[in-house]
Each structure stands twice: as structure tokens, then as C-alpha cells.
């Protein structure tokens, strides 16, 4: 079984800055698959970003791309977000998920993935 625990969000002004963190417990975490999404109150799960196992295939939603960036540490078990020029849309409860296979397309809907942690906030205000 697979554990996922964001942290990192918070309370942050337009233009700022944030990185979040997700810690997975387990073994054999590089095999899986790690993405990001994002929940805004009254709106569906939106797909964020996806990283490969290796780390070598990155995959962006248009409405983030050239302003995050997905990496991850697998010695350390853990996938981070970066979010730079963050705006007052990208305000969510953002969710670290794992998936057992890339597949030949990134993983960007919901239902591809296994674990979910239990999110973190993300506020984007003045």
C-alpha cells in the first residue's frame, strides 16, 4: 500500500511563490508515476502535472505550463510542485496522486491513478 502526504500549501500573494511537497511511504516508490491535482470549491478535480518514475517524461495543463514545475527525489520518496507568478485562479486544494504506468499518453485524468493523499490548501490573495 501507498501513503501520500502533501504539505507546502498556504496563504500566498499574486505573483508569489510556493512548493509543494508530497512524502509517499512504501517501497519501490520510483516505479510509480506521481501527479498533481487541484480542486477549487464548486469545480471538478483538475489535472495539474504528471512525472514518470525516473523523472525522465514531465507532463503540464496548459493553465499551469512556464509557470510550475514537477520533480521528484526518489531516494528521499517524495514528488514536489513548484508554483511561480502564482494567480488568484490557481487557488485549490491541490492533491499528490501515484499510478502504477505512464502508458503511452501522461496520465491526466482522475481515475488513472491508485492513491491519493489527503490535499493541501493553496490560497492566491492580496
Known amino acids: 500500500q501507498v501513503q501520500l502526504v502533501e504539505s507546502g500549501g498556504g496563504l500566498v500573494q499574486p505573483g508569489g511563490s510556493l512548493r509543494l511537497s508530497c512524502a509517499a511511504s512504501?517501497?519501490?516508490?520510483?516505479?510509480?508515476?506521481m501527479g498533481w491535482f487541484r480542486q477549487a470549491p464548486g469545480k471538478e478535480r483538475e489535472f495539474v502535472s504528471a512525472i514518470s518514475g525516473s523523472g525522465g517524461r514531465t507532463y503540464y495543463a496548459d493553465s499551469v505550463k512556464g509557470r510550475s514545475t514537477i520533480s521528484r527525489d526518489n531516494a528521499k520518496n517524495t514528488v514536489y510542485l513548484q508554483m511561480n507568478d502564482l494567480k488568484p485562479e490557481d487557488t485549490a486544494i491541490y492533491y499528490c496522486?501515484?499510478?502504477?504506468?505512464?502508458?503511452?499518453?501522461?496520465?491526466?485524468?482522475?481515475?488513472?491513478?491508485?492513491?491519493w493523499g489527503q490535499g493541501t490548501q493553496v490560497t492566491v490573495s492580496s
Open positions: 496522486a501515484s499510478t502504477i504506468g505512464w502508458g503511452y499518453v501522461a496520465p491526466v485524468t482522475a481515475p488513472s491513478y491508485d492513491y
Open positions: 512504501g517501497r519501490s516508490f520510483s516505479i510509480y508515476a
